[in-house]
């Protein structure tokens, strides 16, 4: 059983930055791929990022390409996402994920899932 937890939300400014962390444990494939998702107030969970355990490989909504930035510490367990010049749409709670598919931005394709960290952009 793979165990995910989130930690680094709070509150940010628009043009600032942030960096979320999210802790693995518990045994992986060695096909395993971690992602973030997000929900916003009112709207459902949506695609983020995702990135192979190797960190060899990336892949990104639209919405936040070029300035949110997903990577993996091996030795740490760990994958971080960075967020650069976050904006207001981007307030959300933020998930992290875990699949053996990779990439894939579906939900149903995660089989794990951490509690989730509040991120707010103030403008």
């Known amino acids: 059983q793979v165990q995910l937890v989130e930690s680094g939300g709070g509150l940010v400014q628009a043009g600032g930055s942030l960096r979320l962390s999210c802790a693995a444990s518990?045994?992986?494939?060695?096909?395993?791929?971690l992602g973030w998702f997000r929900r916003a107030p009112g709207k459902e969970r949506e695609f983020v990022a995702t990135i192979t355990w190797s960190g060899g490989s990336t892949y990104y909504a639209d919405s936040v390409k070029g300035r949110f930035t997903i990577s993996t510490d091996n030795a740490e367990n760990t994958v971080y996402l960075q967020m650069n010049s976050p904006k207001p749409e981007d307030t959300a709670v933020y998930y992290c994920?875990?699949?053996?598919?990779?990439?894939?931005?579906?939900?149903?394709?995660?089989?794990?899932w951490g509690q989730g960290t509040q991120v707010t952009v103030s403008s």
């Open positions: 994920a875990g699949s053996r598919s990779f990439p894939t931005t579906r939900r149903g394709e995660y089989d794990h």
């Open positions: 518990g045994r992986t494939a060695s096909n395993y791929a």
